[in-house]
């Protein structure tokens, strides 16, 4: 099982980024998918979510109306485009599987906002 995100780095306020997820070694299709993030010194948080067909999203009240998430069930991927950033929004991005008792994490990718 892989979960492998990409598409972090550095970007100034204001501007956008766009993460993926490629997920293999399991039917993506049938898990809940969602993207979490852990600043320095606080928690890992969760972003954003969505069903595994897609229909159904939710996120964070921080990140509304600036990130969505976004997924492609044929090309076992997960999105989520980033726009409007913020220096607050730096941390490490984590792509998550989940399926009745069963989760997989990505190895993260750092997002950095400078001001």
């Known amino acids: 099982v892989q979960l492998v995100e990409s598409g972090g780095g550095l970007v100034q306020s204001g501007g956008s980024l766009r993460l993926s997820c490629g997920a293999s070694?399991?039917?993506?299709?049938?898990?809940?998918m969602s993207w979490y993030r852990q600043a320095p010194g606080k928690e890992r948080e969760l972003v954003a979510a969505?069903?595994?067909?897609?229909?159904?999203?939710n996120y964070a009240d921080s990140v509304k109306g600036r990130l969505t998430i976004s997924r492609d069930n044929a090309k076992n991927t997960v999105y989520l485009q980033m726009n409007s950033l913020k220096p607050d929004d730096t941390a490490v991005y984590y792509c998550n599987a989940k399926r009745v008792f069963t989760t997989y994490w990505g190895q993260g990718t750092q997002v950095t906002v400078s001001s």
């Open positions: 969505i069903t595994s067909d897609g229909r159904s999203t």
């Open positions: 070694g399991f039917t993506f299709s049938s898990y809940y």
